[in-house]
């Protein structure tokens, strides 16, 4: 099942990767939710737990979060970036179901969050301000000024959502399946 799923989500990743390269947007392929998405799929073919759990809760704590307010602020989407943000949490759930998520992993995230901004500062364009790596946010972009607070803000917001969803995975979830 779960070789299954991870080849899944890689066909899903390949389609949007060759939509966005067709669009002239291949840099978006380094937002984190891709990035996860590819870790997950990884790790569910290559039965690595480290990739699994860390890619799953980045799924479910930031990548399905942020992907619900971009399309509620933007009103577009596509199919295969729909599959994936709604298949990538549910493949990454049922993979770790009944398992604890370590205390490490939204370390580990926001980590790996801070070496996708380094790589989207030196790889994509500003324009497209993947990772917010160039920007608040769009829709708040006038009523916050940009800076070092705002990345600290922005990390805390981050390191909160992961250490919830831990939180409440490891208390509700990981112990119904045990």
Request: overall charge positive; aromatic content about 10%.
């Amino acid at each position: 099942m779960n070789r299954a799923g991870g080849v899944c989500l890689l066909l899903l990743l390949a389609i949007l990767a060759l939509q966005k390269t067709q669009e002239g947007l291949a840099p978006e392929l380094l937002w984190m939710c891709h990035v996860t998405s590819a870790m997950l799929a990884l790790g569910l073919v290559a039965n690595l737990a480290p990739l699994i759990v860390t890619g799953f809760l980045c799924q479910a704590a930031i990548a399905l979060p942020a992907y619900v307010l971009h399309v509620a602020t933007s009103g577009h989407t596509s199919v295969a970036s729909f599959m994936l943000h709604v298949c990538a949490p549910a493949l990454g759930a049922m993979a770790w179901w009944g398992k604890r998520v370590p205390a490490a992993i939204p370390w580990v995230a926001l980590a790996a969050y801070q070496l996708l901004i380094a790589f989207s500062q030196a790889f994509t364009p500003e324009s497209l301000n993947v990772n917010l790596a160039f920007r608040p946010w769009d829709p708040l972009v006038t009523f916050i000024p940009w800076g070092w607070p705002v990345r600290a803000l922005n990390l805390a917001l981050m390191l909160a959502q992961l250490v919830a969803a831990r939180w409440l995975w490891n208390r509700y979830l990981a112990k119904t399946a045990s």
